[in-house]
């Protein structure tokens, strides 16, 4: 194989730019400068042959398109955690796996050296990248750092100089609610924490019986399960009644079975749904299918996601008035619901 021509950025992006057209519509790999190190790219089709001249059975490979409309032309609109993630480092050093329409993954990049988004602009369509090493090396900040193997595979090398970071980008697995951080990069796990991670919203009719039990015994579950996992980012929980009056406490039967279960209800004061709270949560969760009707209708064409707080969807009828046992057993049933609303929140795409 003859070696890989190579252009310099520095006399200027168009001619690189029509090297860059003219080699991947040939069906090439071209090195490319990005802001983090330097990338190996090919079309969508050439899987297999990125996947080769890396030395790996198989990806996965980012998706890189120039802005977020492409992404979610691919994709739909993306998840609260992804859409907040995009917002602050969109263009730049992060990869957000989420899922196709197909409920397929796929890791999407909006890289931030401009040449590499004038080159996607161009092409007019999205391209793979991944960094340019074989597995097992370090990947390149530099292009003296290019190992022969990598030449020898590359139809073009694009010389951008130094990348500025010298550091993988982040990718972060964005789900509703909950995030994982897959690998770590130049955006680190505790700014994630405080950009990312959304709100979840539990709601019935008054707010002083189910769902705050719902929210406090869910919040739990879930901070057990960041405790386990070192790399999960959990949603805040929040809970709100449809026809709810403010300032009320919770029930005090309510209390008394959440406090049986180490949990504490005292400081609790009821708030009604209303656009505010919708607009603050990425997953609405209700008691009833007729909870989950009106919270669709509210939030409608937001795309969040309505759906019962039990996903194995059985409802909870209201305790209200009821004597203490009643309470017991729908404590009893929310906790199991919570163990199974958690799991669902922190799956990964």
Not at 2 to 10: F, G, R
Not at 11 to 36: F, I, K, M, S
Not at 266 to 289: C, K
Request: proline share 7%.
């Amino acid at each position: 194989m003859n070696p890989a021509l190579s252009i310099d950025l520095s006399d200027g992006h168009a001619p690189a730019l029509e090297q860059a057209l003219a080699a991947l519509r040939r069906g090439e790999l071209v090195v490319l400068p990005t802001e983090t190190v330097y990338g190996l790219a090919g079309r969508l089709e050439q899987e297999r042959v990125l996947s080769a001249a890396k030395g790996a059975r198989r990806g996965p490979f980012a998706v890189a398109v120039p802005d977020r409309e492409v992404a979610e032309a691919l994709v739909g609109p993306l998840p609260g955690t992804a859409a907040r993630a995009a917002e602050r480092w969109w263009p730049g050093p992060m990869t957000l796996v989420v899922l196709t329409l197909g409920d397929d993954p796929v890791g999407l990049r909006v890289p931030g050296h401009v040449f590499v988004r004038e080159l996607l602009q161009a092409l007019g369509e999205p391209l793979l990248l991944t960094s340019a090493n074989a597995s097992g090396e370090s990947p390149p900040r530099e292009l003296c750092q290019l190992s022969d193997s990598i030449r020898a595979t590359a139809g073009l090398i694009v010389d951008g100089g130094p990348c500025a970071l010298g550091e993988a980008s982040t990718v972060l697995a964005c789900g509703y609610g909950a995030a994982r951080v897959l690998r770590d990069g130049v955006v680190h796990r505790d700014e994630l924490a405080q950009r990312v991670c959304g709100e979840v919203l539990v709601a019935c009719s008054g707010n002083t019986c189910r769902s705050p039990m719902a929210a406090a015994l869910l919040e739990r579950e879930l901070a057990r399960a960041a405790a386990a996992d070192s790399q999960l980012l959990i949603p805040r929980v929040a809970s709100a009644g449809l026809m709810a009056g403010p300032g009320n406490p919770a029930s005090d039967a309510a209390q008394e079975a959440l406090r049986e279960r180490g949990l504490e209800l005292a400081g609790h004061s009821s708030t009604a749904v209303d656009a505010e709270r919708i607009a603050q949560a990425d997953v609405l969760l209700g008691m009833t299918q007729t909870h989950v009707a009106l919270l669709a209708e509210a939030c409608a064409g937001s795309g969040q996601r309505v759906e019962l707080f039990d996903p194995a969807g059985h409802e909870v009828d209201d305790p209200f008035g009821a004597p203490l046992s009643h309470y017991r057993r729908c404590a009893t049933m929310l906790a199991d619901m919570a163990t199974r609303r958690a799991a669902s929140l922190c799956a990964a795409p």
